[in-house]
């Protein structure tokens, strides 16, 4: 499943298409949006948010379409009038005099307002985006100590959207190797030195990799590219300790990590 990053430079090729374009075509496969369509016909697309792996497709008129991808639901940007060949069921489309943006197979599509946004169940349950650059570090570390989440394993904690939303695997595996953290650790335990360092890699690294498109350079770092450190690493030696990177099963997902500087 993608995880912050993606979903975010996702919204962003969805508003480079259609951002303050006015609407032209608007369709909902659900019956319950279909009232929707002629009042968005004419209005624009002012704003498309990301709250972990949630989007929020602001329009001109206030309301709001919530979509959540889950596994299977993509967004796909195409000229308008074009429909493309595939087996995947179209649930949404935008369309502007010059480009579409189709939202396929996902389920979890609901038109909100502003009243209804704030009771969300979804977005209520969901911690600070880790890509809201006014989230500091400090906050982040105020999370981590207080009675929710101070007694919690970062093996779970890390993957919990309400803690941070947006974190996921690759994300959850790769900070706990950049601070050297195995994944048994909780926050109560922490030095105050780990607990910073921690804070701060928990929005460096997502961070990062958004403003580095998520590439991967397999022969290892040349300049501003995010690189993979241990995530589907396993076998290979660790570049900071010459250790084995091991692979296991953390909160059922698969957990990379080195033994030997991971303590």
Aim: hydrophobic letters at 40%.
């Amino acid at each position: 499943m993608p995880e912050g990053p993606e979903i975010r430079r996702a919204a962003d090729k969805l508003e480079a298409a259609v951002l303050d374009k006015t609407l032209t075509d608007v369709w909902f496969a659900f019956t319950e949006l279909k009232p929707f369509e002629p009042t968005l016909v004419g209005q624009k697309v002012v704003r498309i948010e990301t709250r972990g792996k949630a989007l929020l497709t602001h329009f001109s008129n206030g309301k709001i379409l919530y979509s959540h991808n889950q596994l299977y639901g993509v967004w796909r940007v195409v000229n308008s009038g074009e429909l493309p060949q595939t087996t995947r069921i179209l649930r949404v489309k935008l369309q502007t005099a010059d480009k579409s943006i189709l939202l396929y197979s996902a389920s979890d599509i609901e038109m909100l307002d502003s009243e209804k946004l704030a009771e969300h169940p979804f977005l209520k349950r969901v911690g600070p985006d880790v890509l809201d650059m006014t989230l500091t570090a400090q906050q982040v570390k105020e999370r981590l100590l207080s009675a929710r989440f101070r007694k919690r394993q970062f093996s779970g904690l890390l993957l919990d959207q309400a803690f941070l939303a947006g974190l996921g695997n690759y994300l959850r595996v790769e900070i706990l190797w950049a601070v050297q953290l195995p994944g048994h650790h909780k926050a109560q335990d922490l030095t105050a030195t780990q607990l910073d360092k921690l804070s701060h890699a928990l929005l460096d690294i997502p961070r990062f990799s958004y403003n580095t498109r998520g590439n991967v350079d397999e022969n290892k770092h040349h300049g501003a590219i995010f690189s993979f450190k241990v995530f589907h690493r396993a076998g290979e030696k660790c570049e900071r300790c010459g250790g084995v990177i091991e692979k296991t099963m953390l909160s059922s997902r698969p957990f990379y990590w080195c033994p030997g500087c991971q303590h």
